[in-house]
């Protein structure tokens, strides 16, 4: 059993940025592949970015690449997201999941057997 907790979120203006956080408890966080999640009221939940247990490799949205970075501290049981140049159309809830698969997989929303609570991020023009 894995319980994760979001951190960060909050209100900020067009071109700003945000880290999250996502905070992991039992001792096998290192054998999950991490991933986060969106959603906007009225949408589906959406893929954002995953690293990693093998490798710490990362997958982006095409939405996201070059502005978002995913990052994970084994040590710490957490992973990150920097959100920088945030535009208004990222306002959405986010939520951090785990799951045992990686590559081209960690993209689908069924990969993932935890979840996170989430977190309100709202970007304003």
């Known amino acids: 059993q894995v319980q994760l907790v979001e951190s960060g979120g909050g209100m900020v203006q067009a071109g700003g940025s945000l880290r999250l956080s996502c905070a992991a408890s039992g001792r096998t966080f290192a054998r999950y592949t991490m991933g986060w999640f969106r959603q906007a009221p009225g949408k589906e939940r959406e893929f954002v970015s995953a690293v990693m247990w093998t490798g710490g490799s990362t997958e982006y949205a095409d939405s996201v690449k070059g502005r978002f970075t995913v990052s994970r501290d084994n040590a710490k049981s957490t992973v990150y997201l920097q959100m920088n140049s945030l535009k208004p159309e990222n306002s959405a809830v986010y939520y951090c999941?785990?799951?045992?698969?990686?590559?081209?997989?960690?993209?689908?929303?069924?990969?993932?057997?935890?979840w996170g609570q989430g977190t309100q991020v709202t970007v304003s023009s």
């Open positions: 999941a785990a799951s045992v698969l990686d590559g081209l997989r960690s993209k689908a929303r069924d990969a993932y057997i935890y």
